[in-house]
């Protein structure tokens, strides 16, 4: 899991914009929403097909970069239960 989370912040995710990045594949466009490239900030924050999801954990749809930097404890190193429910879920989908 902190793999993941540190990949997310420093945008080095199997994510469709750093896999374009690499020469893995040909579009950097988010799969889900077919709207923007899919990196870590379009994910988290932006795609209409995470926004239930976003709403059930942050009682928002769409967020704001600062909403999840709000929540990361770096002093700690402590992953946010927040961040730590959506990661759950996203590498369920992903690596299915």
């Not at 926004?51 to 930097?69: T, V």
Request: aromatic share 10%; proline share 4%.
């Amino acid at each position: 899991m902190l793999r993941l989370v540190s990949g997310l912040f420093v945008g080095h995710v199997e994510l469709n914009r750093h896999l374009n990045i690499m020469g893995i594949i040909d579009d950097p466009l988010c799969n889900n929403c077919e709207e923007c490239p899919e990196t870590a900030t379009h994910f988290l924050c932006e795609c209409s097909r995470y926004a239930a999801l976003r709403h059930e954990i942050w009682g928002k749809f769409y967020l704001y970069p600062s909403d999840i930097e709000s929540v990361q404890d770096l002093q700690s190193c402590e992953i946010h239960p927040k961040i730590t429910k959506i990661l759950t879920i996203y590498k369920s989908l992903v690596y299915h």
